[in-house]
Nanobody, 124 residues
Framework: QVQLVESGGGLVQAGGSLRLSCAAS????????MAWFRQAPGKEREFVAA????????LYADSVKGRFTISRDNAKNTVYLQANSLKPEETAVYFC?????????????????WGKGTLVTVSS
């Protein structure tokens, strides 16, 4: 069993930055692929970024490439999402997920554990 707790969300102006954190319980954190998703009101949950066990490989949604950076600190059981140049349309609840179970990395159904999310509001 893994518990994930996100933090770092808040209100930011368009063009601003936030750093989201996801703290994980469990002694096998370093073995998990970790991912961030987001869900805007009335929309489906969408993939943002993923990072592999060692942290050497990452994957990003096209919409955030060049602006967002995912990273992890296995010693702290924490994964981060640095979000820069935020846009109002990126207002959403941002979720951390782990234990990829196969299939598409982009689909939320392929991750076993989820946090409760942290709200990011980008004002125009």
């Amino acid at each position: 069993q893994v518990q994930l707790v996100e933090s770092g969300g808040g209100l930011v102006q368009a063009g601003g930055s936030l750093r989201l954190s996801c703290a994980a319980s469990g002694r096998t954190f370093s073995s998990y692929t970790m991912a961030w998703f987001r869900q805007a009101p009335g929309k489906e949950r969408e993939f943002v970024a993923a990072i592999w066990m060692s942290g050497g490989a990452t994957l990003y949604a096209d919409s955030v490439k060049g602006r967002f950076t995912i990273s992890r600190d296995n010693a702290k059981n924490t994964v981060y999402l640095q979000a820069n140049s935020l846009k109002p349309e990126e207002t959403a609840v941002y979720f951390c997920a782990c234990e990829y179970i196969g299939g598409s990395y982009y689909h939320p159904s392929q991750y076993k554990y989820w946090g409760k999310g942290t709200l990011v509001t980008v004002s125009s």
